[in-house]
Every structure is written in C-alpha cells, then in structure tokens.
T-cell receptor, first 110, second 116 residues
Framework: DAKTTQPNSMESNEEEPVHLPCNHS???????IHWYRQLPSQGPEYVIH???SNVNNRMASLAIAEDRKSSTLILHRATLRDAAVYYC???????????FGGGTRVLVKP | ETGVTQSPTHLIKTRGQQVTLRCSSQ?????VSWYQQALGQGPQFIFQ???????GRGNFPPRFSGLQFPNYSSELNVNALELDDSALYLC???????????????FGPGTRLTVL
C-alpha cells in the first residue's frame, strides 16, 4: 500500500469549505485513493474513493492530481457534525484490507 | 438493514489472559475484517475472513486468531494478552472481495480492551 502524508490537524469555521490535502507520492497506477472519517467514539465511516478522475458524492468531493501523487478531500460546507479524524488511504485492494495512517483531525468552529 | 454490531463494548483483562471479541456483520455482507486501533493512532489491519477462511493478514503475531461462522459473524481471539494489546478493536464488514466494483467497509463501534 502507498504511504500517505496528511497534516495532523486543521480548523474551519462552520458553513465554510474545508480542503484536506494528502500526499501519496509512492502510489502505483492501480492503487485506489480512499477517504474515511472517524467521528468521536465511533468506528470509521466511508467518505469517498477515486482512482484517476475527480469524484463527487453527497458527502464530499475528491480532487486527484494529474500525476496522482496527491489528492484533496473537499467538504463544501463544514458543519459541526463534520468534526472528525479524516484518513487518506492508498491501497491496491478495491476497498479491502485498508492501511490507515495518522489522519487529519478537523475542528469545526461555530 | 442492521449495521455491524460488536460485543462486548468494554472489557478489562489482565496480562497473560485470553480474550474473545465478537462481531455480527451487516446484512448481506459475507466478508469481515478486524482492525486494532491504539489510542491516538489510526486503525491497523489484523486479518480478514471470507467464506470462513482467513483471506489476508496484517503484521500481527499468531496469538491473534479468528473465526468466521456460517452466518458470517466472526470472532477475534487474542491469547497471552500483553499490555500493548490495550486498544479499540474494530470489526468491518463488506461485500465479497474480488467480485469487481468497490468494497466499502462498514465499521462497527468497536470493543475497548484494557489489559492491566
């Protein structure tokens, strides 16, 4: 699995966008980029994934650099409920056997 | 639709003892993965079970073992507990591996194990 690097923490104001960067310079051509988040006292939950193209879903958008060495998770309007640790994962498996790093702790201020 | 459930919620054991943790997968899922999450760190993959067989293992010693039952529920067993085994143990279920498409992992709330 690809090694990923994320900032330890980020702060945002409520209803403002949040851009979470992730570096994965060792990613291979067949590695997916997955994002999961872990709310306090809960197990992780899936946010989004992508391979080469940018992706959007109801929770977030994923922007993948053309060389695939980095990506950015975008939360369009942060809410207090989005306060969590966000994990970026690069993995060959299509969603299975994930290797989590330290993640980015997102604080949302009202 | 029933989500992933785990039992017990909390558990306290002493060093050298053995522990069994249980997981019921989400309806329709026949693949179960176990993860260990130490305080302040991300989850680490222990192993995965599919069709009652181990289907991949992370960097954990043999004293970590598991079972999967015909109803797809699963157990994680840890023998000869060490202080460093204190952690949140997470179970995740998903669709069968290797069938094309994406296998989103659905995590349970975890079992908090404390080893004294």
């Amino acid at each position: 699995d690809a090694k990923t690097t994320q900032p330890n923490s980020m702060e945002s104001n409520e209803e403002e966008p949040v851009h979470l960067p992730c570096n994965h310079s060792t990613i291979s051509g067949t590695d997916y980029i997955h994002w999961y988040r872990q709310l306090p006292s809960q197990g992780p939950e899936y946010v989004i994934h992508g391979l080469t193209s940018n992706v959007n879903n109801r929770m977030a958008s994923l922007a993948i650099a053309e060389d695939r060495k980095s990506s950015t998770l975008i939360l369009h309007r942060a809410t207090l409920r989005d306060a969590a640790v966000y994990y970026c994962i690069g993995s060959k498996a299509a969603g299975n056997k994930l290797t989590f790093g330290g993640g980015t702790r997102v604080l949302v201020k009202p | 639709e029933t989500g992933v459930t785990q039992s017990p919620t909390h558990l306290i054991k002493t060093r050298g003892q053995q522990v069994t943790l249980r997981c019921s997968s989400q309806s329709g899922h026949n693949t179960v993965s176990w993860y260990q999450q130490a305080l302040g760190q991300g989850p680490q993959f222990i192993f995965q079970y599919y069709r009652e067989e181990e289907n991949g293992r992370g960097n954990f010693p043999p004293r970590f073992s598991g079972l999967q039952f015909p109803n797809y529920s699963s157990e994680l067993n840890v023998n000869a507990l060490e202080l460093d085994d204190s952690a949140l143990y997470l179970c995740a279920s998903s669709s069968p591996p290797g069938q094309g498409g994406y296998n989103e992992q659905f995590f349970g709330p975890g079992t908090r194990l404390t080893v004294l």
